[in-house]
Every structure is written in C-alpha cells, then in structure tokens.
C-alpha cells in the first residue's frame, strides 16, 4: 500500500481550489500565491511552494498553532490566521481539508448578496463529506 501524500504543492492548491465557486488566485508581495474569494484571501503561499498560511476556525486556533510544524501566522495572528512551516509533517489530505475551511470561513463574511452570487455551498458533491 502507498504512503499518503505529505504537504501541498502550489499546483495541487490550484487544482483544489479551482472548482471553488469565485475563487481567484493572484502573485502580491513579489512571489506569494494567493488565492481569495470576493477578493478576500484565503489561502497564501509561495509560488514555488513550502510554507503556508490560512484562516482557521477561532476556536481551533490554539490548538493548531501549538502542533510541531505550525505556528500563529506573522502579521494574520489576530485573524485567526496559521502557518504551516513544515507542510511535510502533514498529510496533503488534511492540509486540503483546512484550506477548504479556510476557503469557507472567508466566503461566510462576504455579503449575502455576493455569496448567492457565487453559487451554492459546499458544492452538491461534497456535501456528504
């Protein structure tokens, strides 16, 4: 049996978040990827990949930010914002799964008005998940 993937690409965050409903991704402050819906961020990371940051549940925070390999994000800290400094420590699965919370944590603050917009979610498919 194959080992589980460790850590996430910046192509493998592409290709996860691309059949998200309004999701945009764009390079800021000389070579992050980021990607946002309703042109708020939700997921940042270098464009040749490693390290990463995304918005988390307030009340995950805590814990998150205490396991090996991540730490409360620089300057994001107080939004609830983590950063994975050694994505290899995890599974590319449960970093997706956060990324799409993350994904969803943003799109909840959009307005109401935008976020019918953008269409139903979860996606029909995922919600059994």
Same mark, same amino acid.
């Given at each position: ?25 764009? @390079?800021?402050?000389?070579? +992050? %990827? ?20 995304? *918005?988390?549940?307030? +009340? ?10 991540? @730490?409360?994000?620089?300057? %994001? ?8 400094? +050694? ?18 944590? @943003?799109?909840? *603050?959009?307005?109401? *008005? ?11 498919? +995922?919600?059994?998940?």
């Amino acid at each position: 049996m194959a080992a589980a993937s460790k850590g996430i690409t910046p192509r493998q965050a592409e290709r996860l978040c691309a059949a998200w409903p309004g999701v945009t991704t764009d @390079i800021k402050w000389g070579a +992050e %990827l980021v990607f946002s819906v309703g042109g708020k961020m939700f997921l940042v990371m270098p464009e040749n990949g490693g390290r990463l940051a995304f *918005k988390v549940e307030d +009340e995950r925070f805590l814990e998150l930010s205490d396991q090996p390999g991540m @730490i409360a994000a620089p300057y %994001l800290a107080r939004a609830r914002w983590i950063q994975v400094v +050694e994505p290899q420590r995890f599974a590319t699965k449960e970093l997706s799964e956060l990324i799409r919370t993350a994904y969803g944590l @943003i799109r909840r *603050k959009l307005t109401k *008005k935008l976020q019918a917009e953008l269409g139903e979610w979860p996606l029909p498919e +995922e919600k059994h998940t």
